[in-house]
């Protein structure tokens, strides 16, 4: 009789310990790579000091939300997709966003109903009272509706 509760104790250690330990690594590797609901849905990354906030993207246009984290005023001078890309660089039209707000970069696309886009994205950016221009680098990834 003290044989089978022994048994059974020792069964629940060995495997139950080997349970959660796989439990945990799933867990760690949901949290690193993300759901993979999210990984076919549109998605907008930006390095720090800038903060991605939205994007939507159509047939004609890329919309990019960004939030200035920077600690200052900065002026955005220009917005740099990979070559080849079906969306124009913002060139030449400075736009001032205070600090900690949010402003949206407004693209020219010539996109077709149903592709994927994918590209890299470099922002190019200018700290109030400062001649240095600073860059942000991040990708942009979705399908167009």
Known sequence: MKKR????????????????????????????????????????KISQ????NAMALNTTHLQLEVRNGVGTSIDITDVLFDAGSACTDLSGQAITVADGT???LLMECDLTSGDRFNSEVAIKYTESGSAVTQSASGSVTGQVP
């Open 49 to 52: 000091p800038l903060v991605a």
């Open 5 to 44: 509760g022994q048994a059974a104790m020792e069964f629940l250690m060995t495997y139950g310990w080997a349970i959660l330990a796989a439990i945990i690594v799933v867990g760690v590797l949901w949290y690193i790579i993300g759901s993979p609901g999210n990984l076919a849905g549109d998605q907008f």
């Open 102 to 104: 949010l402003t949206v």
